[in-house]
């Protein structure tokens, strides 16, 4: 496999930001021509960045077993938003980026062989951009997901993974988030002719996330979205994340078009 450490002005953000980008091998590029790459956008958490999923995990071995692209950008702590006063990363997730690749990486925008997994904060992450960009992915991989948080505000807060300052500047003063960040809502007003998503979730039974991976599960379930929900002992920790990753990209391996 072949890894880049990418490091570029974002005229979204008007920052330099680094993305880490793994790529097959030259000879199966090659094999490739002419013919879609399945390619993984994977996000990361909140208190980490999108290094931790080379140091934790095999990713670069299951990248080469399934022969996939996978891009990890970072997004700080913006909970994958246009925040409320700071940058426009959800846009910059979803407009500039494949764009970026695309030119960079010749790795092509195809929607129908391209998802979108993440863990914790970036579970939610996943499943937002599958949900309000479905023209962008097939699917969504969740770990161990963060859902309905942003619409939850004092969970955030009491729990101490954000202070109200900080997360105003997520989501605003009033600490009321954005329309787009609503995924239930999404979810029960999706369009009858408009293609879902497939999606994929999982949390271990002793995490404390556990009881929102359920909600969302049985949302989705209740309106008829084609979701496959998986739990088993396991706490919020790479552990837990490792076994879910594979997992999670046989089961889009399987489903995703020749």
């Not at 790529?23 to 290094?51: I, N, W």
């Not at 913006?78 to 407009?95: C, I, N, V």
């Not at 980026?97 to 960079?104: K, T």
């Not at 992915?137 to 770990?143: D, L, Q, R």
């Amino acid at each position: 496999m072949a890894f880049t450490e990418f490091h570029y002005y974002s005229e979204t953000l008007e920052i330099d930001v680094s993305v880490n980008v793994i790529l097959p091998e030259t000879r199966v590029m090659a094999q490739q021509e002419g013919k879609p790459l399945p390619t993984l956008y994977l996000l990361h958490g909140l208190s980490d960045d999108h290094t931790h999923w080379v140091r934790q995990t095999r990713l670069e071995f299951y990248a080469r077993k399934y022969r996939l692209a996978i891009i990890m950008p970072c997004v700080n702590r913006s909970f994958y938003t246009d925040m409320a006063h700071g940058p426009r990363f959800f846009t910059y997730l979803t407009e500039e980026l494949p764009e970026i690749m695309q030119a960079m990486f010749k790795i092509p925008a195809d929607p129908a062989h391209t998802y979108v997994g993440g863990l914790s904060m970036g579970g939610y992450g996943a499943l937002k951009c599958a949900l309000q960009r479905p023209d962008l992915y097939a699917g969504a991989m969740c770990f161990s997901s963060g859902f309905f948080t942003l619409n939850r505000p004092n969970l955030l807060i009491e729990n101490g993974y954000y202070s109200r300052e900080e997360l105003q500047g997520v989501i605003g003063a009033d600490l009321q988030a954005d329309p787009l960040d609503d995924l239930a809502a999404r979810v029960r007003t999706w369009p009858k002719d408009q293609k879902k998503p497939l999606l994929y979730l999982a949390c271990g039974t002793e995490d404390p996330l556990h009881p929102l991976s359920t909600e969302m599960n049985a949302i989705l379930q209740e309106n008829h979205f084609d979701v496959c929900y998986q739990d088993w002992p396991g706490i919020h920790d790479w552990r837990f994340w490792d076994v879910a990753l594979e997992k999670g990209m046989i089961y889009m391996k399987d489903r995703l078009p020749e």
